[in-house]
């Protein structure tokens, strides 16, 4: 899960069009809703019998860095179904926010088939490389931060002067105003210093937001190149606003 040390929106740009991002909002939140998780399903149950159905339904669909490199064709899907899982409603609502707020102004500028298989490459790379990197652990992992990771390294690459409002607890929660070149790698930077102290197992994963960010900026930087950033964003404002990464 994209860590709650921040709350950013970009300020002074128009949200456009994205049937993408929408879409995969929407899917994300209905399978939440309908899963273990939410708590509302009433055909999991309640209690201990809750906390079992949700402990079976994310090693069924999350990655289990243990078996995935053993396993068949289905533990190879599961870096994918992974993206789709989350673990709490917090946990869903951080990341859709951040998906919500970056996701719709990478979507415009990539394109719609582009941006669908640039989401879902990055995340499951983002996932693939962590569980790499913890490959004896038997924990399982779900969310969609990795690919979400990717976006906001994407954002900086394509929007470095867009400007982000960020609420940061250090200052007592005040909005603060940055262009996004400080804001991304300023979150970045917190995910790599968090990944260096994550020393007791899995936990939050902080190396699949790393290495989604890196490479959704690469990408972003490659494909794209320095001739095509936005400078400046004219027309109208947004709307402000487990194992899991």
């Given at each position: 899960m994209i860590r709650k040390w921040s709350s950013t929106v970009v300020r002074g740009m128009r949200m456009p069009s994205a049937p993408v991002t929408f879409a995969l909002i929407g899917l994300c939140s209905l399978i939440f809703l309908i899963g273990p998780a939410s708590g509302l399903n009433p055909a999991y149950g309640t209690g201990d019998e809750l906390v079992a159905a949700q402990r079976a339904y994310f090693?069924?669909?999350?990655?289990?860095?243990?078996?995935?490199?053993?396993?068949?064709?289905?533990?190879?899907?599961?870096?994918?179904?992974?993206?789709?899982?989350?673990?709490?409603?917090?946990?869903?609502?951080?990341?859709?926010?951040?998906?919500?707020?970056?996701?719709?102004?990478?979507?415009?500028?990539?394109?719609?088939?582009?941006?669908?298989?640039?989401?879902?490459?990055?995340?499951?790379?983002?996932?693939?490389?962590?569980?790499?990197?913890?490959?004896?652990?038997?924990?399982?992992?779900?969310?969609?931060?990795?690919?979400?990771?990717?976006?906001?390294?994407?954002?900086?690459?394509l929007f470095p002067r867009a400007r982000v409002t960020s609420l940061l607890p250090f200052l007592f929660f005040l909005p603060v105003r940055f262009p996004a070149w400080v804001v991304l790698p300023f979150w970045a930077t917190l995910q790599w210093l968090a990944a260096g102290r994550a020393?007791?197992?899995?936990?939050?994963?902080?190396?699949?937001?790393?290495?989604?960010?890196?490479?959704?900026?690469?990408?972003?930087?490659?494909?794209?190149?320095?001739?095509?950033?936005?400078?400046?964003?004219?027309?109208?404002?947004?709307?402000e606003g487990d194992n899991q990464p």
């Open positions: 090693r069924r669909w999350g990655v289990i860095p243990a078996e995935l490199f053993e396993g068949g064709a289905r533990a190879a899907l599961t870096p994918a179904t992974a993206l789709f899982v989350h673990g709490s409603w917090v946990h869903l609502l951080g990341n859709m926010l951040f998906l919500y707020v970056f996701g719709a102004l990478t979507e415009e500028r990539m394109g719609r088939v582009q941006f669908t298989l640039f989401y879902l490459g990055c995340g499951y790379l983002a996932l693939l490389g962590y569980a790499a990197a913890n490959a004896d652990s038997g924990q399982s992992l779900v969310g969609a931060s990795g690919a979400i990771s990717a976006v906001l390294g994407a954002c900086l690459a020393t007791s197992g899995p936990g939050v994963a902080y190396l699949a937001h790393l290495v989604g960010f890196g490479l959704g900026c690469s990408y972003a930087w490659v494909r794209f190149g320095r001739t095509t950033r936005v400078k400046a964003a004219p027309a109208m404002p947004a709307p």
